[in-house]
């Protein structure tokens, strides 16, 4: 395990619903990050907090909100989302985002289907 | 824009072979290079992180190197084995907390 969960493991939900994405890291790290990661494609960053600031949003439609209660704490919230959001989405941390020398730390993912 | 290619994207051997990965980025200007592991369903494990100082980083079997001037590394694997099966991510970290990541190589490792 790495130290960084994430609830719900899976997910199906229709385009008018509202559901949320938790991930909770418990290695003491400043930074936590968002990740988007459909078939055939690279790993794509979606939102990065360094201490509870958000400091990168990668052009994500606002259909996806984040929120960073606490450094330990980050949430992605949806709502009416698109078939094409269908992905893995997989949260990070680090120590302190900024830093060259920062290795992430991945949570297991949440699969996300949108029908 | 930064961008990085691995290549293949799959790759399947037998167990006991060295084998070499290798990954290209565009922009030279990076501080880091990290290569991941992931398994079927699960998330990324860092397997090792090159510094821009760096030429190379050692880990068990694992050895990578890094060629900043060219845009290159390579993952080297040592004695391939059937828990080396996964898909092997290569990610560039520029002049942020943003990591652009390669599309992944897949490898299988038959007994």
């Known amino acids: 395990e790495t130290g960084v969960t994430q609830t719900p493991r899976h997910l199906v939900m229709g385009m008018t619903n509202k559901k949320s994405l938790k991930c909770e890291q418990h290695?003491?790290?400043?930074?936590m990050y968002w990740y988007k990661q459909s078939a055939k494609k690279p790993l794509e960053l979606m939102f990065v907090?360094?201490?509870?600031?958000?400091?990168e949003n990668n052009s994500v439609p606002s259909r996806f909100s984040p929120e960073c209660p606490n450094s330990s704490h980050l949430f992605l919230h949806l709502h009416t989302l698109q078939p094409e959001d269908s992905a893995l989405y997989l949260c990070?941390?680090?120590?302190?985002?900024?830093?060259?020398?920062?290795?992430?730390?991945f949570g297991p993912g949440t699969r996300l289907t949108v029908l | 824009k930064q961008e990085v290619t691995q290549i293949p994207a799959a790759l399947s051997v037998p167990e006991g072979e060295n084998l070499v990965l290798n990954c290209s980025f565009t922009?030279?200007?990076?501080?880091?290079l990290q290569w991941f592991r992931q398994d079927p369903g699960k998330g990324l494990t860092s397997l090792l992180l090159i510094q821009s100082s760096q030429r190379e980083q050692t880990s068990g079997r694992l050895n990578a190197s890094l060629d900043k001037s060219s845009g290159r590394s390579t993952l080297y694997i040592a004695a391939s084995q059937p828990g080396d099966s996964a898909t092997y991510l290569c990610a560039v970290q520029g002049g942020s907390e943003k990591l652009v990541f390669g599309k992944g190589m897949k490898l299988t490792v038959n007994p």
């Open positions: 290695l003491g790290h400043n930074a």
């Open positions: 907090y360094n201490f509870k600031e958000q400091t």
């Open positions: 922009d030279s200007a990076i501080y880091n």
């Open positions: 990070a941390s680090s120590q302190e985002g900024r830093s060259g020398t920062d290795t992430q730390y």
